[in-house]
């Protein structure tokens, strides 16, 4: 199924979600309550019927209740209503969706699915509120339809708290490797993540190594900044390299996605020649070529952060 997202045309700030449901389990004189939500079809590698699930010992939280085969692959199960803490009543229809992001593959159980929905990332918004109160790690944008509301689940977060050795790290793998105190260089570097976690982990991770970071939190935020950098450096006359060296860009986020921030700056005549990097989850064999399209000069995975510094530096230098 999540092939179908890479029909979409790069660039072109859309995106595919599929929509799935969980019904809380009843409760006597209380009408049961169907909670939807979402998750970019990229990240989904098949939905199937619950499988036969073989328990297991020991588990990392209760709402990891056991494992199942799936072509020779044993895959963990997590209910995910259990999860948000949202006790599921489970009947013939129930359904589980098997993911796969940073090379990890896991399967969650749901109610149901309904459909996919081709979205703009525009009609995504950023949780707010009452939602960013009681689950601001969960989710990661909320998108409203004439009849009900559909919350984006922030996957990555629920299985790096479930498992956090799959988490990014900010110690470098090779200490002996860091780059010595004289010849470090302030480049500047914006930083672009919807995840405030995410963004200060990297931005800490670039500032070790010398980096100088200034942070967004969607791609449209970052390119309002990157043309008012522009129009300085127009008019005092001084390089753009002044400002800024280098942008460091998620690919999900809220009002405008790293695809298609990327494709403007690449569009743009005097904005085009600052490196580009992605740093995504989403980021495998399938989809590699999407950020070619649109003018990455590098693609990151998450699981390899600790070679980010490295790369990034290489391709300031390689342009000076």
């Known amino acids: 199924m999540a092939q179908t997202n890479i029909l979409l045309e790069t660039g072109t700030n859309e995106l595919e979600i599929i929509e799935f449901y969980i019904d809380e389990a009843p409760e006597p004189g209380v009408k049961p309550y169907r909670a939807h939500y979402g998750v970019n079809v990229a990240k989904v590698l098949e939905i199937i019927r619950l499988p036969k699930v073989t328990g297991m010992p020991q588990t990392p939280h209760p709402c990891v209740i056991g494992t199942f085969n799936l072509r020779s692959r044993v895959i963990p199960l997590i209910d995910l209503s259990m999860w948000l803490g949202k006790p599921m009543a489970r009947n013939e229809n129930t359904k589980v969706i098997v993911s796969e992001f940073n090379k990890v593959i896991n399967a969650f159980m749901v109610s149901g699915v309904t459909r996919i929905h081709r979205l703009s990332w525009s009609e995504v918004e950023p949780p707010s509120g009452y939602v960013t109160s009681f689950a601001a790690n969960n989710f990661t944008g909320v998108v409203k339809f004439p009849d009900h509301i559909v919350l984006l689940l922030d996957m990555e977060q629920i299985i790096w708290d479930l498992n956090p050795a799959l988490a990014m790290k900010t110690e470098r793998e090779k200490e002996a490797a860091a780059i010595p105190e004289p010849e470090r260089s302030a480049y500047k570097t914006l930083v672009v993540d919807d995840s405030n976690s995410i963004r200060r982990l990297i931005a800490t991770y670039l500032e070790k ?105 290489k391709l300031i230098e390689e342009r000076r």
Not at 217 to 233: S, T, V, Y
Request: contains cysteine.
């Open 209 to 313: 190594d010398g980096f100088e970071v200034l942070q967004d939190i969607n791609g449209q935020d970052a390119w309002d900044r990157l043309l008012a950098w522009k129009a300085e450096a127009a008019k005092t006359g001084a390089p753009l390299s002044r400002l800024v060296n280098m942008v460091v860009s998620d690919i999900e986020m809220p009002s405008m996605d790293g695809h298609t921030l990327c494709r403007k700056i690449k569009d743009d005549p005097v904005l085009k020649e600052l490196p580009v990097v992605l740093f995504s989850s989403l980021i495998n064999d399938q989809l590699y070529h999407k950020g070619l399209s649109v003018g990455a000069d590098d693609q990151v995975t998450k699981p390899e952060v600790g070679t980010l510094a490295e790369r990034a530096r």
